[in-house]
């Protein structure tokens, strides 16, 4: 099963939406690159126990 979270390029402030497999649970931290201006953007993303999903972006790759 996948879903789509959205987020926020630190680098240009293009929101994009990204693939994410939520049936790997848990915590994930993945590299994508932004949609808009194709730098590398880490992705962090948490599922809670209602299965809401939060992620926070980092420039720290
Ligand atoms: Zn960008």
Known sequence: MEDYV?????F???S?????????GGDQVF?????VCCR???IHVAFDEAGEITC???TDV
């Open 31 to 35: 590299i994508s690159d932004c949609e």
């Open 6 to 10: 959205t987020v926020v390029c630190p």
């Open 12 to 14: 240009c402030a293009a």
């Open 56 to 58: 926070e972006v980092n």
């Open 40 to 42: 590398p953007v880490q």
């Open 16 to 24: 994009f939406a990204v693939e994410v497999d939520v049936t790997g």
